[in-house]
């Protein structure tokens, strides 16, 4: 079925991820390095380097049906939209941990 348009939540998982990067950057997260070898890396770097994926995905010209400015668009709504949806006594960035 060529050329029939799908519908994900790609998007969606991408602003909730620029949302958690903004709000928590410093969290440790699990991550397989290799496929195999589990390690402890910061959730800034972790998540970063996805994001910057994302963003030289849309420089590729055509890679795959993967729309890649659906990432983007809700990397860029995320960041924004929790600048207005967090509660007042939310800091971003941790900035609130000791």
Not at 32 to 48: C, F, R, W
Not at 87 to 94: A, G, I, S, Y
Request: hydrophobic share 65%.
């Amino acid at each position: 079925m060529a050329g029939v348009p799908l519908i994900g939540a790609s998007g969606a998982v991408a602003g909730v991820i620029a949302a958690y990067l903004m709000l928590h950057p410093r969290v440790r997260v699990w991550v397989l390095a290799l496929k195999v070898i589990p390690m402890q890396i910061s959730a800034a770097i972790v998540l970063g380097l996805w994001a910057l994926t994302q963003v030289a995905m849309v420089l590729v010209p055509q890679v795959g049906p993967v729309a890649w400015w659906a990432h983007v668009g809700g990397l860029v709504a995320g960041a924004v939209l929790i600048l207005f949806l967090k509660r007042p006594e939310v800091q971003l960035f941790d900035r609130g941990l000791a």
